[in-house]
Nanobody, 126 residues
Framework: QVQLVESGGGLVQAGGSLRLSCAASERTRSSVSMGWFRQAPGKEREFVAA????????YYADSVKGRFTISRDNAKKTLYLQMNSLKPEDTAVYYC???????????????????WGQGTQVTVSS
């Protein structure tokens, strides 16, 4: 069964950093397009960042550009999100997602991904 498991969330003060990881199960195809989304209480799930299958292309939401970095290690089947200069408005549950149908796409909507993790909570205090 294809699974994604996020880790690395927690409580951090504004201006701090966190690094999220997303480990894919052995049955997950390597080198598929992947992304990070987040969902704050009472809000819809929103796009954060995406990366192509071999990591050559990335794309970020304007709200995180210059602060967050998405990367991947295909040998370890792990996706990362380095988050720096965190703000209280970054508080949300963060989800990783995979698009098993593509190795090159940079999806920015939830409908473009077919496998999701369970999410990890990130809380930024002011």
């Amino acid at each position: 069964q294809v699974q994604l498991v996020e880790s690395g969330g927690g409580l951090v003060q504004a201006g701090g950093s966190l690094r999220l990881s997303c480990a894919a199960s052995e049955r997950t195809r390597s080198s598929v397009s992947m992304g990070w989304f987040r969902q704050a209480p009472g809000k819809e799930r929103e796009f954060v960042a995406a990366i192509s299958g071999r990591g050559s292309n990335t794309y970020y939401a304007d709200s995180v550009k210059g602060r967050f970095t998405i990367s991947r290690d295909n040998a370890k089947k792990t996706l990362y999100l380095q988050m720096n200069s965190l703000k209280p408005e970054d508080t949300a549950v963060y989800y990783c997602a995979a698009d098993q149908r593509s190795t090159w796409a940079i999806g920015t909507t939830t409908g473009e991904y077919d496998v999701w993790g369970q999410g990890t909570q990130v809380t930024v205090s002011s």
